[in-house]
């Protein structure tokens, strides 16, 4: 696949942080209402749109039906 440069949004950028930053703190993958008030959204469904395109963009993945499976894509898993 060839190197494409993705643009995410300022809250894009910020949810992918704090997956990154909560996920190094406590060991384990965070919920979606964890990063939502890491970010000030009051919203998880707010965060499910920002993780799913994140998802898309191949940043992120999910393991469906599990409340703590997301995580970050790193380089060599692209």
Do not use: Y
């Amino acid at each position: 696949m060839p190197d494409q440069t993705i643009d995410l949004t300022k809250r894009q950028r910020q949810v992918l942080a704090a997956l990154e930053r909560l996920s190094m703190d406590n060991g384990f993958a965070p919920t979606l209402r964890e990063i939502a008030s890491e970010v000030g959204l009051a919203s998880a469904s707010s965060v499910h749109h920002h993780v799913r395109v994140l998802e898309e963009a191949e940043l992120v993945e999910r393991r469906a039906g599990c409340p703590r499976a997301i995580r970050q894509r790193v380089a060599h898993d692209r």
